[in-house]
């Protein structure tokens, strides 16, 4: 298993501003991944970060809204750029151990005013 | 592409009785499947797996059977209590190099006294 701590737990952020969500891991993990839980709706992956390259994103998601950087294999960091209120979500950072089997963290619920 | 296909909640039961949470899948390959929780205000936990044709999961008195006939993985629990009040996720990870995990939409469960 892995244990995985995410700040801010929750924020409340004016429009227009930005967020940068930590993520850390208490082992090395090679892949972490950033996903959005939008009110009442399912996880969709935003990005996933390699130690040592350019994050991956998925489709919809690009870099200059959610930078995302990954300077060692236990952290990460996920930006929310120029904020609005379809923002709001939770965002979970995550990690695998097993193929398939995801280890989250609590979650950074978000919400722009 | 990849999905999952849950029965929309609300679902609202007394303590002690018999859960059936409905998940359908379509992958190509043999994917692997899970059910994830999530409790209020918590991130999201691995639950059960279930990883070829004919495996059954289990956890907490929660079972789920992976039939590749029906392409289905249902959630069951004989008796429920309060505190399995939750969100619950099936998802499945099927190709690719880690194996990306595609979840379904969330079924709410309240058990209430």
Known sequence: SAVISQKPSRDICQRGTSLTIQCQVDSQVTMMFWYRQQPGQSLTLIATANQGSEATYESGFVIDKFPISRPNLTFSTLTVSNM???????YLCSVVLDPGELFFGEGSRLTVL | GNSVTQMEGPVTLS????????????????????????????????????????????????????????????????????????VYFCAL????????????????LQVIP
């Open chain 2, 93 to 108: 990870s099927a190709g690719g190099g880690y194996q990306k995990v595609t979840f379904g939409t969330g079924t709410k």
């Open chain 1, 84 to 90: 609005s209120p379809e923002d709001s979500s939770i």
């Open chain 2, 15 to 86: 303590e002690e009785a018999f859960l059936t949470i409905n998940c359908t899948y379509t992958a190509t390959g043999y994917p692997s499947l899970f059910w994830y929780v999530q409790y209020p205000g918590e991130g999201l936990q691995l639950l059960l797996k279930a990883t070829k044709a004919d495996d059954k999961g289990s956890n907490k008195g929660f079972e789920a059977t992976y039939r590749k006939e029906t392409t289905s993985f249902h959630l069951e629990k004989g008796s429920v209590q309060v505190s399995d009040s939750a």
